[in-house]
């Protein structure tokens, strides 16, 4: 058995890491959002921080109401309790987004 | 105090993300890797695995002596006991490299 695995990421749609790449505690995917769209819809988390980077295109985040710019280059931590939702301009921003995985049925970090 | 911390990261040099974003769990860092150069030197990790994702440009890994191919969009995991290096191209690969953080004193995970 190899003591790495690897994935070549797609351009479109959502992509997510656990499972592909057999991580133990870090959950991560990679998500691209059409310009004009929203993803996901408002929600916050229970106990997990996240970690957000954009890796192309620009676009905005609300975070508790609050709209910040982003684009490629800019990294975003937000706390488990924020409200938060992500819109993206004409350019396509590709988000990705990571944090710590959390059981579903406990909700404490594995 | 705000509900989040953001960062723009520049294009060059090496980035730690766990004391500028404040961050809880987990270790990142962002590098640019010039053409020919190899980094790090040939390393393990002593338990925690390694999850690296290449941003720009492409290159090669070499992991415990066999190498692979590394463009934009690949990630690999890695496990502690593989030795690891990293070599860029002409393109110059953009290297994110994240993981869990570790207590230099314990070698816990925290």
Chains 1, 2 share one sequence.
Do not use: C
């Not at 970690?51 to 508790?64: H, S, T």
């Amino acid at each position: 058995m190899n003591n790495y695995s690897k994935i070549s990421l797609s351009e479109n749609g959502r992509t997510e890491l656990h499972d592909a790449l057999s991580l133990t505690g870090a959950e991560i995917s990679v998500n691209s959002l059409p310009a004009g769209a929203s993803v996901p819809f408002v929600h916050v988390h229970r106990q997990n921080e996240e970690i957000y980077a954009v890796l192309e295109g620009k676009g905005k985040a609300e975070i508790d109401g609050e709209s910040i710019e982003i684009k490629a280059g800019v990294w975003v931590r937000i706390e488990p309790k924020a409200q938060r939702r992500f819109f993206a301009d004409h350019d396509r921003p590709r988000l990705l987004l990571g944090g710590r995985r959390i059981d579903k049925k406990t909700q404490r970090e594995l």
